[in-house]
């Protein structure tokens, strides 16, 4: 007999780990070789910039999960802020883009084994990965948080490492060829800072938007943790400074190491450099690193969709079996729809192992874009019903029923305590900055697919929306 709860056992470690761990995933240890070949050494400031843009997203998203916790995150606040509508478009939008990042997680697990193991199929390797880490999330959500925790911790660990391994050897360790203070001229010696110009620092920016997807998991993961209120801060507070530490000070020590014009886009930097400088232990473990960070990505990725999904059947925008949970609290069949969607990573591998990877990151890519758009957007409408809240508490004049009216503003007042610094401004610039991401992607020969794909995807939520409308007219 199932449960008709949720199994809220996620502790704040978990949470803390989860913030963690989703900013570190392909888009570090593989896309960052994409992403340095296109901007050179100004990558690190295109990935602080945009670190911060993402910074104004969550917060926006956590404003909203400190208020009203609910594992049905943003698409739950667009359903109740804005309407139906929105929130069956921001949820399908989701549920979406983490199936195209689960595939693409896939697909780079593959691509990581080809260092040690390059005669094994990906398909195979994808096939096998997807039955083990859906077996995992069928069971409880601790196993699940158990999970993240660790794996997450490895790469936190193994990147800490990195950076003071890597200042070791640009700095003291004289045995080795590449070790000089001379070497932090590489970030401005082969062509300068912004060696490829404006064109290859915009284009940059396509890699770093990908690399920041599923930090908004915090919102999600939030609904099943114990305590939110207090750990959802906790774990967004520190999002700026993880950006710093993970992406531009490790990208900055392997192009210190490595002159930047040589490091290979086929392969993770990280393992390529060391590779290349001689270090092969190191280089190995990078490459371990890098497939435990896919996993972990990959786990994100099935959790997210499945309580997206279970969320819309919750709301009547999915159907209803959606939402049955199984004895431990977790939503089973939305959780198998999402596995049986993934498979299709299996065929793909097997028919178009060599084009599939950059055709699956445009599409997740841009699908971020519409997510995080709809986040912004569901903030302001969020912050505009609160605000007329206040108003209609502070224009009450005195009466037997103030003080219902001063609970009601109290109330409100906590809704809004963890609130995004310098609203409205911050949002406006957010939502200019993906607009001109997606002018950007327009203009990039590999990224022509997703600006297609896109507004077709957005048609054909809207056609279902008004068939399920339409249907429940009718009845």
Not at 80 to 109: D, H, P, Q, R
Not at 157 to 171: P, Q
Not at 418 to 436: E, G, M
Request: glycine share 8%; charged share 10%; aromatic share 14%.
């Amino acid at each position: 007999m199932s449960n008709n709860h949720l199994n809220h056992s996620l502790k704040m470690r978990h949470i803390l780990m989860i913030a963690i761990g989703s900013a570190i995933g392909t888009g570090l240890f593989f896309g960052a070789g994409e992403s340095i070949k296109l901007a050179g050494p100004s990558i690190l400031l295109a990935y602080l910039i945009g670190g911060m843009i993402m910074y104004i997203v969550i917060r926006a998203l956590g404003e909203m999960t400190v208020a009203e916790p609910n594992v049905g995150s943003f698409s739950f606040y667009a359903y109740k802020y804005i309407g139906n509508y929105a929130g069956f478009m921001s949820g399908w939008n989701y549920w979406f883009n983490y199936i195209i990042v689960c595939m693409l997680e896939l697909t780079a697990t593959g691509m990581f084994l080809d260092y040690w193991m390059p005669g094994i199929p990906h398909w195979l390797t994808a096939l096998i990965i997807l039955l083990v880490f859906g077996t995992i999330n069928l069971l409880q959500v601790k196993f699940f948080g158990e999970f993240e925790f660790w794996f997450a911790g490895i790469k936190v660990i193994t990147i800490l490492a990195l950076i003071i391994f890597g200042v070791y050897v640009i700095f003291f360790d004289k045995s080795n060829h590449a070790s000089s203070f001379s070497n932090i001229n590489n970030l401005w010696k082969y062509g300068g800072f912004f060696a490829n110009g404006l064109q290859g620092f915009l284009f940059s920016f396509v890699i770093v938007v990908f690399s920041f997807g599923g930090t908004e998991l915090v919102g999600i993961a939030a609904g099943e943790s114990s305590n939110p209120k207090k750990v959802v801060p906790m774990a967004i507070n520190g999002i700026i400074f993880r950006i710093i530490i993970f992406y531009v000070a490790t990208l900055a020590i392997i192009m210190c190491l490595y002159p930047w014009n040589k490091i290979g886009s086929d392969v993770s930097p990280f393992v390529d450099v060391f590779q290349k400088i001689g270090i092969v232990r190191a280089a190995n473990i990078m490459n371990l690193v890098a497939i435990t960070a896919a996993l972990s990505s990959f786990n994100s990725g099935i959790y997210g969709t499945a309580r997206m999904i279970y969320n819309l059947g919750k709301q009547n925008n999915a159907p209803f079996f959606l939402t049955r949970l199984n004895k431990n609290g977790v939503p089973q069949n939305a959780t198998l729809l999402s596995l049986l969607v993934i498979f299709i990573t299996v065929i793909l591998n097997y028919l178009y192992p060599t084009k599939i990877f950059n055709i699956l990151l445009a599409v997740a890519t841009i699908a971020a874009i519409i997510n995080w758009v709809f986040i912004l957007i569901t903030h302001i409408a969020f912050r505009r019903e609160s605000s007329g809240k206040y108003t209609s508490c502070r224009n009450t004049p005195t009466s037997p029923s103030h003080v219902v009216n001063n609970s009601n503003q109290e109330q409100k007042m906590d809704k809004i305590r963890y609130k995004l610094p310098f609203y409205p401004l911050t949002s406006i610039i957010a939502i200019v900055f993906f607009i001109i991401i997606l002018i950007v992607m327009s203009q990039m020969d590999n990224m022509h697919l997703a600006i297609y794909i896109a507004p077709i995807w957005l048609v054909i939520l809207s056609i279902g929306f008004l068939l399920k409308h339409i249907k429940r007219n009718a009845s």
